[in-house]
């Protein structure tokens, strides 16, 4: 089993940055492409960032020059660096790992966009 851990959501004005992190756990045999999702009430999740076990990455369109999604390969952790964040921003921000067929989620970290 494997476990995903979210943590470095809040509450920020727009214009200001937050630094999510991804901690996996659990029977992790290999280096596998990682990535962070969100979802705002009312909308389906859509896919932020992700990055591939060789460090290549890609973005949503919305995110592209705001967003840099980074790994620790050795710590088993992926990272999502967000500056100039807007209101739109605002949702549930949730990690994913794919191994092979399986596919993993961590429980989710809030991020809000307000003045």
């Known amino acids: 089993q494997v476990q995903l851990v979210e943590s470095g959501g809040g509450l920020v004005q727009p214009g200001g940055s937050l630094r999510l992190s991804c901690a996996a756990s659990?029977?992790?045999?290999?280096?596998?492409?990682m990535g962070w999702y969100r979802q705002a009430p009312g909308k389906q999740r859509e896919l932020v960032a992700t990055i591939t076990s060789g460090g290549s990455t890609n973005y949503a369109d919305s995110v592209k020059g705001r967003f840099t999604i980074s790994r620790d390969n050795a710590k088993n952790t992926v990272n999502l660096q967000m500056n100039s964040l807007k209101p739109e921003d605002t949702a549930v921000y949730y990690c994913?790992?794919?191994?092979?067929?399986?596919?993993?989620w961590g429980r989710g970290t809030q991020v809000t966009v307000s003045s």
């Open positions: 659990g029977s992790i045999n290999s280096i596998y492409p």
């Open positions: 994913r790992i794919q191994m092979g067929l399986r596919t993993y």
